[in-house]
């Protein structure tokens, strides 16, 4: 077992990054075209590290984007498309985009296949990284029953239960294996991911068993905070906390409408009383 000596993670970890010096701001961005990543000095890694984590998770959507526009044979697009695309506002994409140090050429826009490059080398994808999936109950299913992950560097290689009823069942082609094997199938089949999907009780152990492995970033479905050893990086899903957020976006919009209406503070003000 892996002693209980790392950093906690949870939903509320966010990992605080900061911009480097000199990272210029979107709106003070040159127009020229900029080398690509880790040609102009920086070196990737420093630079990767200093990218915001909401920042990371829109390269992500821009990728998703930007490889449909490739397969559609565009060659260029312009920042306002690809907001519009990826439902983000064009300022915050080019600065999303500044620190990839690309800055796209005015009137050309970016050119699609050296941004997939760039995004992709910047989240790591050149490379494939091997998923073990732990607790094949509904979700687990449904993630390894999922053939989207393959084709965008996530091979599903590995499945573990308890259940003596799952063991050696396959799902998704893959038999499942039991928790007691994670360290050694994970060892052999150089896992690097581990899904955590069991229950909430569970989910510390598991992940114990997946850092013996030698996996070194953890998804976790359980609502539990799980403690990691320093190298270890967790991302928690917590779709209820995605709910919240949303509901919190439409309630700020609902007030924004009732303000533009002619309210203020959510009233409505008779122009009679308001001072002068
Ligand atoms: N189902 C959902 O939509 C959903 C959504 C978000 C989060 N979650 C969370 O994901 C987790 C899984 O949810 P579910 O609905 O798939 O549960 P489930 O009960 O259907 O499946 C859990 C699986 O984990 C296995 N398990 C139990 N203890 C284990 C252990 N020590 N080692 C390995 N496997 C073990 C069980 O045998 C079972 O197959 C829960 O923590 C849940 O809160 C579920």
Redesign the pocket.
Known sequence: MVAQRGRRNGAGAAHKRTRPPGTPDADNAPTAEMPAVGENGADPEVRARAIPEAAVARLAVYLRVLSAMAEQGSTTVSSEELSSAAGVNSAKLRKDLSYLGSYGTRGVGYEVEVLVGQIERTLGLTRQHKVAV????????ALANYGGFPGRGFPVEAL????PD?IGVPVGGLPVSH?DDIPRVCTERQISIGV????????Q??CDRLVAGGVQCILN????VLQVPEHVEVRK???AVELQILSFHVARRADNAEAAAGGVNGHVVDPAVMPS
Do not use: E
Not at 160 to 163: E, G, L, V, Y
Not at 196 to 203: K, L, Q, V
Not at 221 to 224: E, L, Q, T
């Open positions: 732990v607790g094949i109950g509904n979700l687990g299913h573990f239960d308890i259940d799952l928790l955590i999907a069991t229950p909430p009780a569970a989910a152990s598991v479905f359980a609502p539990v899903v917590d779709l």
